[in-house]
């Protein structure tokens, strides 16, 4: 099967007005986290919870509060039906599980990465100081291991018959310090001869300085971008990276490094949970300014239904609807299925300061959504007997047959705008619902 991922990146390099999008689901956690990779158990897979044996006068249910390994499995399993996202991106032991053993992406759009190096900053276990030192390299996984499970495969063999995955994950921190920095480059160096030889491909993911460097963090977008492009100008064709995993730093930064080199494919990572607004906006405002990759680990781990959060950044990202139609209608959808969201509506729709590192205990600050003149919020939406008629007329989406025909009928202000703080939530629903079949009925 062609696999959507090869597809998008070469209609993306023949075609730069392309909206073609990469999404990616990063489930590599475990290679940081450890126990508390999976998530909170508030959101499972449709065949639940499976039972975990554990001594109550030791544990209550609330503190046994992460997912086993064998329920984050099945939330996987999921999302690899659902065929939404592009890649999927696990550790070499899930990938092995997946991949070589139930052969779950021999029929998939979707193709399988591992993440092939776990350097420091990503250690981010419980009462440990690793993320807070400076990053150094470091390898657990090797290329044959994320091939075909073991430590050397058939050398003579074709790669595209290797069970595993052929895309791996490498990471690199640059620091701003000539030692650590030239002793990661090298590492990277060995990495990438290895991966020539073995005809592997990866992308490269390229974090901020994960310790004080010097630079001002208005800044960093620069000094990054000029590693990257110092780093690859040595690196000929066959050992250049299939695409880029970096730090949003804004528009400025995005377009200069899309437009410096046409051929270089650019995404984003997602950076810590925040909120569900968070998520939506900064894969709207990346692929806005020339991203047309996204990587969301945290951000759909922590999410009260993945699925239905994938789903909205396919939305988006295929220009059906806004950042902020989305965040209505993912709280809609949360209502349909009576989950409870994490966040209220009116506080999910805030934008939030984001930590773009692991260590991601840092104070963060809200700020409001700057008003748009094309936003769902400021446009006027009068109800009429005849709209009425036709919005009963439109296919019902699995929103409406869960929750039965949406009514027009919700509180205005004087200018004609929805008053989002005098709706119930049956109303909000409604609108919402609303708004969804206008765009994708």
């Known amino acids: 099967m062609v696999k959507s991922l090869d597809a998008k990146l070469k209609e993306i ?70 065929k939404i996202v592009d890649i999927m991106l696990m550790s070499a032991s899930v990938n092995e599980q997946l991949t070589i053993k139930e052969n779950l992406f021999r029929n998939s759009p979707i193709t399988p990465a591992a993440r092939a190096n776990d350097t420091s900053d990503v250690w981010a276990i419980r009462n440990g100081r690793y993320v807070k030192e400076p990053s150094e390299t470091f390898r657990s996984a090797s290329i044959d291991y994320i091939q075909c499970g073991k430590v050397e495969c058939n050398p003579t063999a074709d790669p595209s018959e290797f069970p595993g995955a052929n895309l791996g994950l490498y990471s690199i921190t640059y620091l701003n310090d000539l030692e650590r920095d030239r002793k990661a480059l090298l590492a990277f160096k060995e990495f990438r001869e290895e991966a020539e030889r073995k005809k592997f491909r990866y992308f490269l993911e390229v974090f901020d300085p994960n310790v004080h460097s010097g ?48 051929n270089l494919v650019v995404g984003i990572l997602g950076g810590s949970a925040g909120t569900t607004y968070d998520a939506f906006k900064l894969i709207h405002d990346a692929q806005k300014y020339g991203a047309r990759v996204a990587l969301f680990g945290r951000k759909i781990n922590n999410a009260e239904h993945q699925l239905g959060f994938i789903e909205m950044l396919r939305l988006i990202t295929d220009g059906v609807i806004s950042p902020e139609e989305a965040v209505h209608a993912y709280h809609a959808l949360l209502e349909a299925k009576k989950i409870k969201p994490r966040l209220v509506l009116e506080k999910d729709i805030q934008l939030t300061e984001q930590s773009m590192s692991y260590d991601s205990q840092g104070s963060k600050r809200s700020v409001s959504i700057p008003a748009r003149k094309d936003s769902p919020v400021n446009k006027t939406i009068r109800p009429t007997p005849a709209a009425v008629q036709k919005t009963a007329e439109i296919k019902k989406t699995p929103l409406d047959s869960a929750v039965g025909t949406a009514s027009l009928l919700w509180p205005l202000k004087a200018d004609g705008t929805p008053d989002f703080a005098k709706m119930n939530s049956q109303q909000r629903l409604s609108y919402s619902l609303h708004r969804l079949n206008k765009k994708c009925p």
């Open 13 to 82: 390099r023949s075609n730069r007005s392309s909206r073609a999008f990469i999404i990616a689901d990063a489930k590599d956690a475990d290679m940081a986290f450890g126990i508390q990779a999976t998530g909170p158990r508030k959101y499972l897979a449709k065949s639940g919870e499976i039972p975990a044996q554990f001594s109550p006068e030791v544990w209550t249910r609330e503190e046994f509060g992460y997912r086993s390994l064998p329920e984050y499995l099945e939330i996987i399993r999921e999302i690899i039906a659902q």
């Open 215 to 262: 630079i001002p963090a208005d800044q960093l977008g620069a000094f990054i971008n000029d590693n990257i492009i110092r780093t690859l100008a040595g690196v000929t064709e066959a050992g250049r990276p299939v695409f880029l995993k970096i730090v949003y730093h804004g528009p400025r930064f995005m377009e200069e490094l899309v437009q410096y080199d046409p």
